[in-house]
């Protein structure tokens, strides 16, 4: 027997896609305030001991990234796919993602990352992210930061 997705749950898929969207797109445009509001107040976040490491609270986030976005000239942040999983007012997504940096010196950097979130329904219509871990699975440049890779099993494993 199989089972058929809800209407209710398309919905839920489609609201936790546009807010993963909302993020990258707010981050490119460096608007910060619009970036924070993609967070819950308690947010708790962890790019990496070479972004800041784990950072809590919405204002906290906010100013991490703030700071750290101030030293690009452009980004590009494309989304890959997405696997999400709900259950109820929580979800847990895992989403692939290409990076493009520009600094301010015109150097340019790519990275090959996964966000690792889980979201919390904000009002019927719309989540937000409680929290978020990247793992990095490709880095061109970025020479000296440390990042959390993606493990991967050995073949034969």
Do not use: K, N
Not at 38 to 54: L, N
Not at 64 to 69: D, K, P, S, Y
């Amino acid at each position: 027997m199989t089972s058929m997705t809800s209407l209710d749950e398309l919905l839920d898929r489609q609201r936790i896609a546009d807010v993963l969207a909302r993020y990258c797109e707010a981050l490119d445009e460096y608007d910060i305030d619009a970036v924070a509001s993609t967070f819950t107040e308690d947010v708790v976040t962890d790019y990496g001991a070479g972004r800041g490491g784990p950072v809590v609270g919405r204002a906290a986030v906010r100013a991490r990234i703030a700071a750290g976005q101030a030293s690009f000239r452009r980004t590009a942040h494309q989304l890959g796919q997405t696997r999400v999983r709900i259950d109820g007012d929580r979800a847990d997504a895992t989403t692939y993602v290409t990076a493009w940096h520009e600094w301010q010196d015109g150097r340019q950097e790519a990275l090959r990352l996964r966000y690792v979130d889980v979201l919390r329904r904000a009002t019927p219509d719309s989540w937000l992210i409680a929290e978020r871990r990247v793992e990095a699975m490709g880095v061109e440049g970025f020479e000296g930061t440390e990042w959390r890779w993606v493990e991967r099993r050995a073949p034969g494993d």
